[in-house]
């Protein structure tokens, strides 16, 4: 658990950052490319593929295209449509997309799972109640997309290193380069169709803020991460997902954005909040 805490203390920051110095100035194409493309070059001298099959290297490959390659396309897209405090909130529903595709693998299916999202949806909508607009609902939709794959990345690394005897005594850092070599697969797709060169970094604090994004919240962060995922049950996953939103939300309140309607946030974020509880609630009772 001290990985996912410590991690999340990095990560807490990296929201500012994109939605301050970087979003609307730097292409966000080219954020993702340089953001994983830093990450995969530190672990790439470590990696060791003797002994390894094919197939699994490949499947280490497509969670990292998941987890970090789609995931950053749909997040750093996200800071377009809606503020640091929303992409926050609206990522709420990483918990109960981790709890459903625990249940597919288990072939299991909890209908009142539902239930929680559609209230934290209600507790998303009312942050913004006054000017709901087709750019608010795109930038949550966008939101849901990064979630999504962010969720399915964690449940697939913990259930391949626990499937695959192969790789469960070999040091983590000797194989986690795939995981990013699949990220930087998506991402230099992405930017070569996408990606707008006349918006590159100018500033010093634009490139320090990338290296820092590459190196410490993707590089090292990512990895300590799912280091950490394989220690704890799905439980304690989902709960962690979580506990970065206040703290990503304190951070941006305190230091960026010390104007915002705090009463709007929390009241919505009460109603998103409770559905969280709830569907913990819930899972136990069924569980237990």
């Keep these: 658990m001290r990985y996912l805490f410590a991690v999340t203390i990095i990560w807490a920051f990296s929201f500012s950052l994109i939605g301050v110095y970087l979003s609307g100035y730097v292409d966000a194409w080219f954020s993702v490319l340089m953001r994983i493309g830093i990450a995969t070059l530190i672990?790439?001298?470590?990696?060791?593929?003797?002994?390894?099959?094919t197939e699994t290297i490949l499947k280490l490959m497509a969670i990292g295209s998941v987890q970090l390659g789609l995931m950053y396309c749909f997040y750093f897209q996200s800071f377009k449509y809606i503020t640091v405090p929303e992409v926050l909130l609206f990522s709420v529903l990483?918990?109960?997309?981790?709890?459903?595709?625990?249940?597919?693998l288990s072939k299991q299916f909890h209908k009142?799972?539902?239930?929680?999202a559609l209230i934290a949806?209600?507790?998303?909508?009312?942050i913004q109640y006054t000017s709901i607009s087709e750019q608010v609902f795109l930038g949550f939709m966008i939101t849901q997309g990064a979630n999504?794959?962010?969720?399915?990345?964690?449940?697939?690394?913990?259930?391949?290193?626990?499937?695959?005897?192969?790789?469960?005594?070999?040091?983590?850092?000797?194989?986690?380069?795939?995981?990013?070599?699949?990220?930087?697969i998506v991402a230099l797709i992405a930017f070569l169709i996408l990606g707008y060169t006349e918006k590159l970094p100018t500033t010093s604090?634009?490139?320090?803020?990338?290296?820092y994004l590459g190196a410490i919240a993707s590089g090292i962060g990512y990895f300590?991460?799912?280091?950490?995922?394989?220690?704890?049950?799905?439980?304690?996953?989902?709960?962690?997902?979580?506990?970065?939103?206040?703290?990503g939300l304190i951070v941006n309140l305190v230091i960026w954005n010390k104007e915002a309607d705090l009463i709007k946030?929390?009241?919505?974020?009460?109603?998103?909040?409770?559905?969280?509880?709830l569907n913990e609630y819930i899972t136990k009772g069924i569980r237990g």
Excluded: R
């Excluded at 672990?43 to 099959?53: E, G, S, Y």
């Excluded at 999504?148 to 499937?163: D, E, H, P």
């Excluded at 946030?265 to 509880?277: Q, V, Y």
């Design 43 to 53: 672990f790439l001298p470590f990696l060791k593929l003797k002994d390894i099959k």
């Design 148 to 184: 999504i794959c962010f969720a399915i990345g964690q449940v697939a690394y913990k259930y391949l290193l626990q499937s695959t005897p192969e790789i469960q005594k070999k040091p983590k850092h000797t194989i986690f380069g795939l995981f990013f070599i699949g990220a930087f």
């Design 224 to 247: 300590f991460w799912n280091k950490g995922v394989v220690k704890v049950n799905a439980g304690s996953l989902a709960i962690m997902n979580n506990a970065l939103i206040p703290l």
């Design 121 to 126: 949806v209600l507790g998303a909508a009312y």
């Design 265 to 277: 946030i929390l009241i919505g974020g009460s109603f998103i909040f409770a559905s969280l509880a």
């Design 205 to 211: 604090v634009q490139w320090g803020i990338l290296v």
């Design 94 to 104: 990483t918990p109960i997309y981790i709890t459903l595709l625990n249940d597919m």
């Design 112 to 116: 009142v799972h539902l239930l929680t």
